[in-house]
């Protein structure tokens, strides 16, 4: 935890590496993912860079690999995924897999080229056999010259009576039918005779492989004009004509060749698929290998250009950002490198001193990731600014589990995340593409706790489905029969009469579930729970700021921001937190008897507070005290006097001391003017500190208050979860447990249904989901704010295994 506590040291290392070992050098980097890489050339194009051409090539191999991959999957042919990443090829590998893909691209090519020839001849075959078999009645009917001689009549003009017809046959788009036909009357003015047959089959394209619905066709016309100008509507629809005689013999021997060569084809095309089919599942089992090489290949030279050429050629110079800690395995790796090419002249890394901000790294697990990925969408860290994901591993899922105290409903939600746990090597391994789930597995182990955390806040509010559990036995005694009651469902409870004086073991006392003053006392307890808590989360937050004080030696914040703001709410806050356990001390049922601490004089804390800031008089009730205490009145006033003079402390106290600091400050000698000028050009004007420190005062001030009423959504959501979940047991399920009739039974099973369905639905999602909300605001704005900088940016080290993930999800 103590890497986890703060975000690890870095250091801009400086790498010289031998050109023959640059490429192994910088893929054993990427294997580690431990180094991010500075671009040295930031004013150099893109095409002007040292290692360009590689890149060019690898951009045409990723060509070449989405072309085939597009052939494979167009083939649902499944693609292997390897067991273990290849590494990056060695020089002769990449020309070797480059040659190997330029033929493989080659032959899947010159393949599917033959494939789509064969396929339209098949098909233009397809289409003359529907022609010949669906117009020859037509044809026959013409023999007996019965149904063709009124055909003579309407077309052939009376100076041509002894004419013979022509005739065009073809297949066109069943969608492109009607204009087809009105083209046809209109450039012939009537004069020809069109009979239509639909095809019934799907006719699939050669090309883009999708089914087509054809109708087959054929016109009657007479002349030669007429004839030229139908050729062209044919052409302009995109319709396939076929020469087709009219001779009943010879349709009948070519509609035999016709299919004669359909079966030669169709079996050439077999043939033709399945060694296609075997192509590209050996190339299937072999992509993602190849994917993997080339993109870490294309990423090994695109970081190469980042590094400078000494000006002898003879050493590669690169900037990096590396861990402390890593800094020996960073050398190592050089080292060994240099001992394997048998260089005169080692690669070797050396450190240099910088004023630059390091990029902020937080090393994570499995169960950190996910609370650390809550706080860096708030903001990154400043470098070596305390890890607020530590204490939220706690904080979170606790302020959840007092939103969501229910056992029922906890046991459900830790189930789930308890599955997504345990099962997430197999989850891992499928690659889920679901975003929602996504998000979901991300959060596994932030499910799981908030699960455990709300089981134990459900015990402690007693509520398992809305009911309540007698396990350690009630220590309430109602004044009408424990039965009468139990039948009644509902009766008033009385401390002063009702309670023994024993507290139950553990949470609340099972006997509040049939009380009508149920909900006044869980009103009355959740809403200071919650300003408890949320006293005590603030005053945790601002705490946390002097572990950043002292460590970046800012001692003079600890005395004019801390202490002022926290006396601030001491003063006020922690006081009314004090007032709460005092009147639940004092005014108990066991001062029942006495007169000044009777439960009747049980004070109003919000008055008392509310009169304290105005600095009003209490009100007396007859016969009890006004205040709790003798001096009660005295001390608050000291405590609003000492929370004021805590403003100008931390309005004024930090610019007038870095006033008078600046004015101590000796002078500096004339050999060390440039960094004096240097200084005193970082150095903020002072009026911008006063500015910021009254923003930040008069923030701070009024947060306190908008914050500590912030905290009490605890108390509606609880409340409200605990009402709705009641809601739904009393007009759902009770119901069909309170039938006596012979429906009672099967209404129960289906009223049992519905109410599971509504409990997962809406008590455990979407309550969850606004539970979370809640918390997660609680976290960024109310904690956070008190002590978080968040001005870093994040340490994005050159990692294989990153822009393969990267990859992956763009093309999901």
Request: with cysteine; proline share 4%; charged share 20%.
């Amino acid at each position: 935890m103590g890497d986890f506590f703060r975000s690890e040291e870095m250091a801009l290392a400086q790498l010289f590496i031998q050109p023959e070992t640059a490429y192994f050098a910088i893929s054993e980097l990427g294997e580690s993912g431990i180094v991010q890489f500075r671009d040295l050339n930031e004013d150099v194009h893109a095409f002007q860079r040292k290692f360009v051409n590689e890149v060019r090539r690898c951009d045409e191999m990723e060509r070449q690999l989405r072309y085939i991959e597009a052939e494979v999957k167009k083939h649902d042919i499944p693609i292997t995924e390897p067991e273990d990443l290849p590494r990056p090829p060695n020089p002769r590998q990449i020309i070797d897999l480059e040659a190997h893909l330029e033929k493989t691209e080659s032959d899947i090519k010159q393949l599917t080229q033959s494939a789509v020839n064969l396929k339209s001849d098949y098909l233009d075959l397809i289409e003359l056999k529907h022609v010949l078999e669906k117009t020859q009645p037509y044809f026959n009917e013409s023999d007996d010259g019965s149904a063709l001689d009124s055909v003579h009549k309407a077309l052939i003009t009376e100076d041509a009576q002894n004419g013979r017809l022509s005739f065009v046959a073809g297949v066109i788009g069943r969608e492109r039918v009607p204009g087809f036909e009105r083209m046809l009357w209109r450039i012939s003015r009537g004069n020809v005779f069109v009979k239509q047959v639909e095809i019934d089959e799907a006719l699939e394209d050669p090309v883009t492989g999708h089914e087509n619905y054809k109708t087959v066709f054929v016109i009657f016309f007479q002349g030669e004009q007429l004839h030229t100008r139908i050729n062209k509507v044919c052409a302009g629809f995109r319709a396939s004509v076929y020469a087709c005689p009219s001779d009943f013999q010879k349709r009948s021997e070519m509609l035999t060749g016709v299919s004669t060569r359909l079966e030669d084809l169709n079996m050439v095309l077999n043939q033709t698929r399945d060694h296609r089919e075997r192509v590209l599942v050996n190339v299937a089992k072999e992509l993602q290998n190849w994917s993997i090489m080339v993109s870490k290949m294309k990423a090994i030279y695109h970081t190469l250009n980042f590094f400078n050429m000494d000006v002898t050629n003879k050493c590669l110079i690169g900037e990096c950002w590396v861990p402390t800690k890593d800094l020996p395995i960073v050398q190592k790796t050089l080292s060994d490198l240099s001992a394997t090419s048998g260089s005169s002249i080692s690669s070797f890394l050396n450190t240099i001193d910088t004023k630059e901000t390091p990029p902020t790294f937080n090393r994570t697990n499995r169960f950190t990731q996910g609370f650390q990925n809550l706080i860096d969408s708030y903001g990154m860290a400043s470098y070596r600014e305390v890890n607020p994901a530590l204490y939220t591993i706690i904080t979170f899922p606790f302020l959840f589990a007092v939103m969501f105290g229910d056992v029922g409903h906890a046991i459900i939600m830790a189930c789930f995340g308890g599955y997504l746990v345990y099962a997430e090597k197999s989850i891992l391994k499928k690659k889920i593409t679901s975003e929602i789930f996504n998000i979901f597995f991300s959060g596994r182990y932030i499910i799981l706790l908030m699960g455990i955390f709300s089981i134990y806040t459900g015990v402690l509010y007693n509520d398992f489905f809305s009911k309540a559990m007698n396990i350690f036995g009630s220590t309430w005694f109602v004044n009408l029969n424990r039965e009468a009651a139990m039948e009644q469902e509902s009766t008033t409870l009385d401390p002063r009469f009702d309670y023994t004086g024993s507290s139950y073991f553990m949470g609340l006392d099972p006997a509040w579930q049939f009380a009508t003053n149920k909900i006044i006392f869980f009103n009355t307890f959740k809403m200071k729970l919650s300003i408890v808590i949320g006293v005590l989360h603030m005053m945790f937050g601002v705490c946390v700021s002097v572990i950043n004080f002292v460590y970046f030696r800012k001692y003079s914040s600890i005395f004019l921001e801390f202490l002022p703001q926290i006396l601030l709410l001491c003063f006020l806050f922690l006081w009314m937190v004090v007032m709460m356990f005092m009147k639940w001390i004092w005014y108990s049922c066991d001062k029942a008897n006495e007169i000044e601490y009777g439960s009747s004089c049980a004070p109003s804390i919000l008055v008392f507070f509310i009169n304290m800031m105005l600095f009003k008089e209490e009100e007396q009730k007859p016969g009890c005290e006004v205040y709790m205490f003798e001096g009660q009145q005295l001390l608050q006033q000291i405590l609003v006097y000492l929370s004021l003079l805590c403003i100008p402390v931390l309005l004024l106290g930090k610019p007038l001391y870095v006033k008078f600091t600046r004015k101590a400050k000796p002078k500096k000698d004339s050999g060390d003017q440039t960094a004096a000028q240097n200084e005193d050009e970082e150095e903020e004007p002072i009026s911008e500190i006063f500015i910021h420190q009254v923003i930040h005062t008069i923030e701070y001030v009024l947060s306190t208050i908008s914050h500590t009423a912030s905290y009490l959504r605890l108390w509606a959501l609880s409340l409200a979860h605990a009402q709705l979940s009641e809601v739904l047991w009393n007009r759902l399920f009770q119901i069909g447990l309170k039938s006596s009739s012979y429906v009672g039974a099967p209404m129960t099973v289906i009223l049992f249904s519905v109410w599971a369905f509504f409990t997962v639905a809406i008590l455990v999602l979407m309550e969850g989901l606004s539970a979370f909300l809640h918390t997660l605001r609680l976290h960024w704005v109310e904690f956070l704010s008190k002590f978080y900088q968040g001005e870093g940016y994040p340490f994005e080290p050159f990692s294989f295994k990153a822009i393969l993930e990267q990859e992956a999800g763009v093309e999901d």
